[in-house]
């Protein structure tokens, strides 16, 4: 399986701040990149298809980048509302498998 | 509006079958472009993708490798739903379990189901 590891594991940011997280593949896995966010007692919300194209009605402030081994997801500027715990998924190999999250909190 | 609506016991004993179905509402399981998956999450593992079954001309199924003898995908085309089988659970499968819809191919996950939250013990 393509291992997915994401950093840092826990970052306290406040509103407005700019935020970034880190996704890197043991492996190539192209653009093949999803995004989500969990928050506590729901499921998973998908924000990013694609490395970088964002889902319909996810606020513009969400952005993805990156291919090959490694992936970037930014907030511009962070709301009160992004709290949570963020996810990235690799679907190129046929067993899909996701990072072990970043949670966000807000200072 | 795309809805996945989970049920399935809460509580299964160590050795037996965890079995949970998903009724899929505002999309078919047989439309020729999605794929319809489940997952799971607990402390020890996160987020575990289970497998997906979807219609390309006929059916597919696809495992991950480490539950691929104790686990079944199906579709049930005449109820619009797709359902999970994991055989000989113990309680390292514990977990709360997912549905979610692929919309098409490359795409991930866009729709998920409420989550139900299983128990192996005996």
């Known amino acids: 399986d393509i291992q997915m590891t994401q950093s840092p594991s826990t970052l306290s940011a406040s509103v407005g701040d700019r935020v970034t997280i880190t996704c890197r593949a043991s492996?190539?896995?192209?653009?093949?990149l999803a995004w989500y966010q969990q928050k506590p007692g729901k499921a998973p919300k998908f924000l990013i298809y694609?490395?970088?194209s964002l889902e319909s009605g996810v606020p513009s402030r969400f952005s993805g980048s990156g291919y090959g081994t490694e992936f970037t997801l930014t907030i511009s500027s962070l709301q009160p509302d992004d709290f949570g715990t963020y996810y990235c998924?690799?679907?190129?190999?046929?067993?899909?498998?996701f990072g072990q999250g970043t949670k966000v909190e807000i200072k | 509006q795309v809805q996945l609506q989970q049920s399935g016991p809460g509580l299964v004993k160590p050795s037996q079958t965890l079995s949970l179905t998903c009724a899929i509402s505002g999309d078919s399981v047989s439309r020729n472009s999605a794929a319809w998956n489940w997952i799971r999450q607990s402390p020890s593992r996160g987020l575990e993708w289970l497998g997906r079954?979807?219609?390309?001309?006929?059916?597919?199924?696809e495992y991950t490798v480490s539950l691929k003898s104790r686990i079944t995908i199906s579709p049930d085309t005449s109820k619009n739903q797709f359902s999970l089988q994991l055989n000989s659970v113990t309680p390292e499968d514990t977990a709360v379990y997912f549905c979610?819809?692929?919309?098409?191919?490359?795409?991930?996950?866009?729709?998920w189901g409420q989550g139900t939250t299983v128990t192996v013990s005996s």
């Open positions: 492996q190539s896995i192209s653009s093949w």
């Open positions: 979610a819809r692929g919309r098409a191919d490359y795409y991930g996950m866009d729709v």
């Open positions: 998924q690799q679907y190129n190999s046929f067993s899909w498998t």
């Open positions: 694609k490395a970088s």
């Open positions: 079954t979807y219609y390309r001309s006929k059916w597919f199924n």
